[in-house]
């Protein structure tokens, strides 16, 4: 969070880009609270990073296809 204040007072600063998850933990879990509620406090907005979704996640879209196919549809 000191980095997302420092960087606020920047010339040519625009917001933070994020992954949408750190492990299982998606960037709306209240574990991110403290930095969403600081970005919103500084006016600067969160950018999410797409990423490949979790294995549960894409098993549960892709189940069955080829594995090129179900990794080109997850991203």
């Known amino acids: 969070m ?3 204040e420092r960087s606020a007072t ?5 917001g ?3 992954y949408g998850r750190s492990g299982d933990r998606p960037l709306d879990d209240p574990a991110n609270d403290d ?3 600081l970005a919103a406090r500084l006016r600067r907005p969160v950018f999410p990073h797409p ?3 979790p294995p549960a996640v894409r098993d549960a879209s892709h189940r069955g296809l080829e594995p090129a196919v179900e990794l080109g549809l997850s991203t």
């Open 2 to 4: 000191a980095e997302l």
């Open 10 to 14: 920047r010339d040519g600063y625009v």
């Open 16 to 18: 933070i880009m994020s």
């Open 35 to 37: 930095a969403l509620d």
């Open 51 to 53: 990423q490949i979704p």
